[in-house]
């Protein structure tokens, strides 16, 4: 049978169709209605944050932080991560400035920063890749000193935490995905995530077209809100989220396990977080051996993907600036198949096909 990097979880669908049954009573299928209100306060009690916001993909979100902070030059990112994160810089007529990554745990590395600040750099966009968060004091203190805004594409990071505390409550904005593939969905969807209440403000009427009432507008918006039937999976599945967590757990050290004692290398997640288990990622010796692996799994029907590749400095709609541990990470590093209810015995079988070509 066919095993991929992925499989989305669905909760019971008794549970999504009593859901179903208080929309067809209400008659209100979206416009921030009361099933995504619902989610909105259970999901700010679970993370632990002040305000957010509900929208219709992860990628808006982060189009929608870099518009409320009216950033309109040079943003300092990251190349290792979903396009995404590039996109939504460049789709907002701003530039994205490659820095380079931490070697161990992947992220932005706040030591190569400086050196990028221009003139005109407004902001830093850090990504949690794979779930680790990035140096967020570092990454504070520098942009304290240079007066930059802080974004952070969570969209990894649901649910972990840093030093007992989310990891969503840094920087001046957080973006959270809930796509079908991400470990809490809502089929499509994702969030916006701040402490301040000017910016929250911004982001709630942004997201509904700049709408006051009827017919008065706040300010410039666009339609990123999300529907009934999307708040009715998140509030389906929410309650299972920490066994959800906890199962992607037990396959990881499973993993571990059989990977133990080789030279296979691991991102490393430092000791004051709280993981929340998104993606098994290895990293290969090289490229070519990278190759061998994937043609292995794929020839027994497993679909392991490459995240992240290509480095996304590279996209033809950027200027390249070179990253080298980003480059070379991403030519050899392949996340392997990881949802909660993978088989004991198939992680088996994986781990067998991947230790065959070490
Ligand atoms: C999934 C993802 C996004 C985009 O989220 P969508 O909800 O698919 O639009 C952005 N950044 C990263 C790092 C992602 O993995």
């Not at 259970?42 to 808006?60: D, P, Q």
């Not at 990123?224 to 299972?240: D, T, V």
Request: with cysteine; proline share 6%; aromatic share 10%.
């Amino acid at each position: 049978m066919t095993i991929n990097i992925t499989k989305s979880f669905l909760p019971p669908f008794e549970t999504y169709s009593a859901y179903l049954k208080k929309i067809w009573e209400s008659n209100w299928l979206t416009n921030n209605g009361p099933l995504l209100q619902e989610l909105e306060q259970r999901l700010k009690e679970y993370l632990g944050v002040k305000h957010l916001f509900i929208v219709s993909n992860g990628t808006i979100s982060l189009q929608i932080a870099i518009k409320v902070l009216n950033l309109t030059g040079e943003i300092i990112t990251t190349p290792f991560s979903y396009v995404a994160t590039v996109s939504s810089i460049v789709w907002e007529n701003c530039v994205p400035v490659f820095v380079d990554i931490d070697p161990e745990t992947l992220c932005l590395d706040p030591r190569n920063i400086e050196a990028a600040i221009t003139p005109k750099t407004q902001a830093i966009m850090g990504v949690h890749v794979y779930g680790n968060p990035c140096d967020v004091l570092e990454i504070e203190k520098i942009a304290t000193k240079h007066n930059l805004k802080v974004i952070y594409d969570a969209a990894h990071a649901f649910g972990v935490k840093l030093n007992g505390k989310s990891v969503l409550n840094y920087g001046d904005v957080s973006s959270l995905s809930f796509h079908a593939t991400k470990l809490f969905h809502t089929v499509e969807g994702g969030a916006l995530i701040t402490d301040s209440n000017e910016l929250a403000h911004k982001i709630n009427y942004a997201r509904h077209n700049g709408h006051k009432s009827p017919e008065e507008f706040y300010g410039l918006g666009i339609n990123a809100k999300n529907s009934e039937f999307h708040a009715a999976m998140g509030l389906s599945i929410l309650p299972s989220v920490q066994r959800i967590i906890r199962k992607r757990k037990s396959v990881c050290e499973l993993y571990d396990a059989y990977f133990a004692g080789t030279n296979l290398r691991r991102p490393v997640i430092p000791e004051n977080v709280e993981y929340n288990y998104a993606y098994y990622p290895v990293i290969l010796e090289s490229e070519a051996q990278l190759l061998r692996v994937r043609e292995r799994l794929v020839e027994n029907d497993i679909h392991p993907r490459r995240y992240f590749y290509p480095p996304l400095n590279t996209l033809n709609y950027v200027t390249f600036r070179e990253t080298k541990m980003a480059t070379d990470i991403s030519s050899r590093v392949l996340s392997l198949p990881l949802y909660p209810d993978l088989p004991e015995e198939d992680v088996r079988r994986i781990a067998g096909l991947v230790l065959e070509e070490l």
